[in-house]
């Protein structure tokens, strides 16, 4: 069943008097399960896209349902909402709070979520997904005291925190090395077959966008691409041939 | 309530992340809670040191004196009292007690000036033949002190003398009337006071039998040595003496210790059970003064002594200094009536407040040209009068410091203001991250603004903590009299708590309406 599905989904922008068509007319299903990578040059408009799919913005025209409700008519509030609750994200500068302990950070979703969790709930899950995470003994680190793929490590274990379906990651290994963007898809691929999560990663490199099980292109605001992808690249297995190769 | 609490301390981890700019906007919430505190301590110093000072030099004190010496007397039109003043010393003693009765009740005060204006020869001294002399009441006398008609006010002599007031009166005055202090029955006499022992020294004085509450009414009296008498020593006619200063000095040296020393007086041995003080600059120990140039008893012993019943005053004391002249009118009132006095006759009594005898007594001359400066007669003046006008110049001294304190407050919040519009600047990139895990618009303002009254209502504390200090510095330093209230010190903490509201109000909604996507790509 499907997850996402957008209608004719158009977005537009003024830039001073000029009109620029980031999305034109784009329709799209992503079904419950599935990891897709989008992929596009810059301006291709696929932050545009990221954006509306993460429910930070909405679409001009069109027709968007995230678990089956419709966001392209609620109000800023309830969009806060949805983000709290369905969707996790994951950035390319990881987005942590400096300054603040890795379980800190983990929490600030749960801060927000309509449920109140009081401060013994909010530690037990937080140190639960840092856990998940191979964190759990990092926990009072700040994020200067962790390397760049732990960093990321725990920005997945926030996007976690508050059990979304969909995670979104814009370009999660564009801060990192090879080696270490490797540990971060499979901690994706990991949590997309164990626990059934939704992933739609943008990307710009086509080897990231090998991961997924489905590959969208984007280019001028229009899908260009839209293919499965039966074999995908095995995070695991490389991690095992660069253990080995090293 | 778990909301407002994770606000709470995600407001301390913002603060807890900019903690410079965060002391430095505390410092200037401090400073002026602080500036705020402090100028209100010393505002209600100023008026306490005010009150005090007044109340120890007895303003709030109503004199009932016998006799009406101001009633425009047949025969003597525009008499003042000073035209009686070869008479005013001796007149206790012209005439006994009972003989001024006799006269009184005929005829009134008036009737008494007739008979002096009989005794009167023109162009002469009053027929002094006449007077049954007093040992220390000649005033032929050459005297080594000041004669009774020197040491005494007009209120004290000739007329005013005539004994028309009485134990009962005192005691209805006690019980009858609202806003009472204390009421003190007096009998006043020349006294000679002579050491109980060989070749004693003796002193020339003045007498007071009077009630035990006495101290409580002269509020600017202490005992160096001994007490004053008690309730029940009053009640058994007790022979003991307290004396004052002077005479302590005059007849034991100066600041000897006479308790429990002996002393004659009308052949009367007195034990000596304490001796009087000054406390305030406004009456400071001289001879003559009547009040530490004298000696007191219980009234119940005079009486007992002189075989007599009547009173020559009553002293009462109002609980608040304003109410001074109303009561004045109500004892003039009860005692009118409880004397019989019918509408068309005056008084035979005398009701004073002691407004008038404070300037005398030396009031500090800023506080002394305020009150002659608001007011055209000093003989007007009234309690009201005087505590009004002394109250009014407070209050602008006050309005000038609090309006100065006001303004430093205002800068202190303005820093607050300043802090949290840089702190929503600097941290637009977290207010869109925030954004994007869930958080509402509404949750950003308030983490602002809680930011904004944490500092302020920690500022408030601090700020009245540290006015509290500079207050009592000041009154260490500088001998300023302040007077911290709890009041003050909550007023200034809820004042800072309303400045951090408003100071919190636009960098909340700034951050609020901030647009998650362009703030999460803000570099």
Not at chain 2, 297 to 309: D, E, Q
Request: contains cysteine; aromatic residues 4%.
């Amino acid at each position: 069943m499907a997850l996402i599905t957008l209608r004719n989904v158009s977005k537009t922008y003024m830039m001073g008097s000029n009109r620029v068509d980031a999305l034109r007319d784009v329709s799209l299903s992503i079904d419950a399960g599935e990891f897709v990578t989008i992929t596009g040059p810059s301006g291709s408009g696929k932050s545009t896209m990221m954006h509306i799919l993460g429910c930070l913005d909405r679409p001009t025209d069109g027709s968007y349902e995230l678990d089956g409700q419709e966001v392209a008519r609620m109000t800023p509030e309830e969009l806060a909402d949805t983000r709290n609750r369905r969707i996790g994200f994951v950035f390319q500068g990881f987005n942590l709070l400096p300054r603040t302990s890795a379980l800190e950070n983990v929490e600030v979703p749960l801060l927000y979520s309509r449920k109140h969790p009081n401060t013994a709930e909010r530690h037990r899950r937080g140190l639960a997904v840092l856990e998940a995470m191979g964190l759990g003994g990092r926990a009072d680190h700040h994020p200067s005291q962790l390397s760049g793929g732990q960093q990321q490590r725990v920005a997945i274990a926030r996007a976690l925190v508050n059990e979304p379906s969909l995670i979104l990651a814009d370009e999660p290994t564009g801060n990192l090395d090879s080696a270490t963007s490797v540990e971060v898809m499979r901690t994706l691929q990991t949590l997309r077959e164990e626990r059934g999560i939704t992933i739609v990663l943008i990307t710009h490199e086509p080897e990231i966008a090998a991961y997924g099980t489905r590959i969208i292109s984007i280019r001028d605001g229009v899908i260009t691409e839209d293919r499965p992808n039966p074999q995908p690249q095995s995070a695991a297995l490389a991690s095992v041939t660069a253990a080995a190769g090293a | 309530m778990e909301g407002i609490r994770a606000q709470a301390a995600l407001a301390l981890q913002g603060l807890g992340r900019n903690r410079i700019q965060a002391a430095l906007a505390l410092i200037g919430v401090v400073v002026g809670v602080g500036a705020l505190v402090t100028s209100m301590a010393l505002g209600r110093g100023a008026q306490t040191a005010i009150r005090e000072q007044l109340l120890a030099a007895g303003v709030n004190v109503i004199i009932v004196t016998s006799g009406n010496y101001q009633v425009e007397q047949p025969g003597a039109t525009g008499a003042s009292p000073t035209d009686h003043g070869d008479l005013r010393g001796p007149g206790d003693y012209d005439l006994p007690i009972a003989a001024s009765g006799r006269f009184l009740r005929p005829g009134g005060p008036g009737a008494v000036a007739a008979f002096y204006d009989s005794l009167r020869i023109p162009g002469q001294m009053p027929a002094l033949e006449l007077r049954p002399a007093h040992f220390e009441d000649d005033p032929m006398a050459v005297h080594d002190h000041p004669t009774a008609a020197q040491r005494l006010g007009d209120a004290m002599a000739g007329l005013g003398a005539a004994a028309t007031l009485s134990v009962d009166d005192a005691r209805a005055i006690r019980t009858e009337l609202a806003g009472v202090q204390y009421v003190a029955s007096g009998v006043h006499e020349n006294a000679r006071v002579t050491v109980d022992e060989e070749g004693g020294k003796q002193w020339f004085t003045r007498l007071h039998g009077t009630e035990a509450d006495l101290p409580t009414i002269r509020r600017g009296w202490f005992f160096p040595q001994g007490r004053f008498f008690t309730e029940r020593e009053v009640a058994d006619s007790a022979q003991v003496m307290v004396l004052g200063r002077v005479v302590a000095d005059r007849l034991f040296g100066e600041g000897a210790n006479p308790v429990g020393r002996g002393v004659l007086m009308w052949n009367q041995p007195f034990e000596i059970v304490g001796v009087v003080g000054s406390t305030t600059w406004a009456a400071q120990p001289v001879a003559g003064d009547d009040q530490f140039d004298a000696v007191y008893l219980p009234v119940s012993t005079v009486h007992r002594l002189l075989n007599l019943s009547k009173l020559n005053t009553i002293t009462v004391t109002t609980k608040s200094a304003g109410e001074t002249t109303a009561i004045a009118e109500n004892i003039t009132e009860l005692l009118r009536q409880r004397h019989g006095i019918t509408e068309d006759m005056p008084d035979d009594f005398t009701v004073r407040t002691q407004a008038e005898q404070v300037l005398n007594k030396g009031l500090p001359p800023e506080l002394a040209r305020v009150v002659s400066g608001n007011l055209s007669s000093v003989d007007d003046m009234t309690m009201e009068q005087l505590a009004t006008s002394m109250q009014r110049s407070n209050r602008t001294l006050l309005a000038l410091l609090v309006g100065v304190a006001a303004v430093s407050l205002l800068v202190g919040g303005i820093g607050v203001m300043n802090l949290l519009f840089l702190s929503v600047t600097q941290r637009t990139r977290e207010i869109g991250l925030r954004m994007a895990l869930g958080a509402r618009g509404r949750d950003i303002a308030s983490q602002f603004f809680i930011e904004a009254l944490i500092l302020c209502c920690v500022g408030g504390v601090l700020g009245a903590l540290f006015g509290a200090a500079t207050a009592r510095a000041l009154e260490g330093v500088l001998a300023w009299g302040t007077d911290v209230s709890p009041e003050s010190a909550v007023i200034a903490t809820l004042v800072a708590l309303v400045l951090g509201a408003v100071a919190g109000v636009l960098p909340a909604r700034r951050a609020a309406r901030l647009d998650p996507i362009r703030a999460l790509h803000h570099e």
